[in-house]
């Protein structure tokens, strides 16, 4: 089973809400991510955890609070967003052990959250 | 700095054709990975095909194919007897580090392919 699934799949709130996206993935990947992604442009890495840590955090806005609970899970908390946060984003996970290159694990991703922030 | 080009921002193919995605990238680093991913309008990003800087042999998957050529720093994918189902937008991407977990992936801008009938 190669499945990453995240919830909600669009999400439509206002700049003064709070709201959280999960990602949950059940492979025993040991890395997770964040992507932000524009309509025809590349996805932008947010954060990324390994082994339940955060191991990499790309300058993002504090209003972005990454957190994750447990191996399998990803959460994202947004807290008075900007209309130009409206985006999809896409959670991703890879394995990160028992083979080496590390470099050689590939990302599996989600569907997305398509977000849109009024 | 590491950075991957993908010069064609829309390709058509005829239905039943190969076609080449073309990518370059650059990087300082001896050790890093090469990957291809696929974006329907959907949204969801699949993975297609994966090449190793000392990997000599290209790689193939399937219908896919990775052209890879060190020397020129470059990674093109090749799609034989394309489908409709072909239709989206495909991303190269690198990624460097041994034994960097959770390494970062670099993304190209995309090159969106569409497959007429």
């Known amino acids: 089973d190669t499945e990453v699934t995240q919830t909600p799949k669009h999400l439509v709130m206002g700049m003064t809400n709070k709201k959280s996206l999960k990602c949950e993935q059940h492979?025993?990947?040991?890395?997770m991510y964040w992507y932000k992604q524009k309509a025809k442009k590349p996805p932008e890495l947010m954060f990324v955890?390994?082994?339940?840590?955060?191991?990499i955090n790309e300058s993002v806005p504090s209003r972005f609070s990454p957190e994750c609970p447990n191996s399998s899970l990803l959460n994202l908390h947004l807290h008075a967003l900007q209309p130009e946060d409206s985006a999809l984003y896409l959670c991703?996970?890879?394995?990160?052990?028992?083979?080496?290159?590390?470099?050689?694990?590939?990302?599996?991703f989600g569907p997305g959250t398509r977000l849109t922030v009024t | 700095a590491q950075k991957i080009t993908q010069t064609q921002p829309g390709m058509f193919v005829q239905e039943k054709e190969a076609v080449t995605l073309d990518c370059t990238y650059d990087?300082?680093?001896?050790?890093?990975?090469l990957f291809w991913y696929k974006q329907p309008s959907s949204g969801e990003m699949i993975f297609l095909i994966y090449?190793?800087?000392?990997?000599?042999q290209n790689a193939t998957e399937g219908r896919y194919s990775l052209n890879f050529q060190k020397a020129r720093k470059s990674a093109n994918l090749v799609i034989s007897a394309s489908q409709l189902g072909d239709s989206a937008m495909y991303f190269c991407?690198?990624?460097?580090?041994?034994?960097?977990?959770?390494?970062?992936?670099?993304f190209g801008q995309g090159t969106e392919l569409s497959v007429k009938p």
């Open positions: 991703a996970s890879s394995q990160e052990r028992n083979r080496f290159p590390l470099y050689s694990y590939e990302q599996y």
């Open positions: 492979m025993g990947h040991r890395a």
């Open positions: 955890y390994s082994y339940e840590k955060l191991s």
């Open positions: 990087t300082s680093d001896q050790s890093y990975g």
């Open positions: 090449q190793g800087s000392y990997d000599e």
């Open positions: 991407a690198m990624r460097e580090g041994l034994y960097n977990q959770g390494g970062k992936l670099i």
